[in-house]
């Protein structure tokens, strides 16, 4: 069975300063996702990873993804208030078909930026 | 081009009714999946279909529990002689065969149920 841990699953921290969530999965995959939720909210798309060694960058955020190491990081650059919220990272485990089957979520990390 | 659409937003039910959840899926999208989120917990998978089948479902209890992707209409998950654990927001998403290897799944807002 797939599990997908994130860590930590809290984080407080100040605006300004820089942090690395991480995202580790126990078997093969080559396409994970990252999500953004805010509190009542449904989940919003951030990055889609999908070969090892796979960088995106989009504001603030960096996520980058070492198959071999079954390790993705979500990086927070100069953090600022917008930015709190629970970031969950999913892995696809393809199904036959080859088209997505169904997505494994991890636990969630919630950041909670402050002034 | 509409988003996921889930109705209602919000459903109140006791113990021992029934629940039904709806889902329209994107425009052109075929692949319906629904998730399940307990408060403080991540996503959790229920169940996969395409129009009229039912492709996975092993993320279903065996009881109670039933989702139908019809010909026509949208998704329905439903949730008999519900009980206080079924409490949970139930999110569907939606995709397009053969895109959803290089697209994200889109989630709908999600319908927050409360057995009461």
């Known amino acids: 069975e797939l599990k997908v841990e994130q860590n930590p699953l809290f984080l407080s921290m100040q605006e300004g300063k820089n942090y690395t969530i991480y995202c580790n999965y126990s078997?093969?995959?080559?396409?994970l996702y990252w999500y953004r939720q805010d509190p009542g909210k449904s989940l919003e798309s951030l990055f889609v990873l999908l070969s090892n060694g796979a960088v995106k960058q989009e504001g603030r955020l960096m996520a980058s993804l070492d198959t071999k190491a079954r390790l993705s990081t979500l990086h927070i650059t100069a953090a600022v208030h917008d930015l709190s919220a629970t970031y969950f990272c999913a892995v696809d485990m393809r199904g036959e078909t080859g088209t997505a089957s169904k997505l494994t979520f991890g636990t969630g990390t919630r950041l909670q930026v402050t002034l | 081009n509409a988003g996921v659409m889930q109705n209602p937003r919000h459903l109140v039910r006791r113990r021992g009714q029934e629940a039904r959840l709806r889902c329209s899926p994107m425009k052109g999208h075929s692949h319906v999946y629904w998730y399940r989120q307990l408060p403080e917990e991540g996503l959790k998978f229920m169940v996969y279909?395409?129009?009229?089948?039912?492709?996975?479902e092993s993320g279903m209890p065996k009881e109670r529990f039933s989702a139908e992707f019809p010909k026509e209409g949208p998704s329905i998950l439903r949730i008999q002689q519900v009980v206080r654990g079924d409490s949970a927001a139930y999110f569907c998403?939606?995709?397009?065969?053969?895109?959803?290897?290089?697209?994200?799944?889109?989630f709908g807002n999600g319908t927050r149920l409360t057995v009461t």
């Open positions: 279909l395409q129009k009229e089948n039912i492709i996975d």
């Open positions: 998403a939606s995709s397009i065969y053969r895109q959803a290897i290089n697209s994200p799944l889109h």
């Open positions: 078997t093969t995959s080559d396409r």
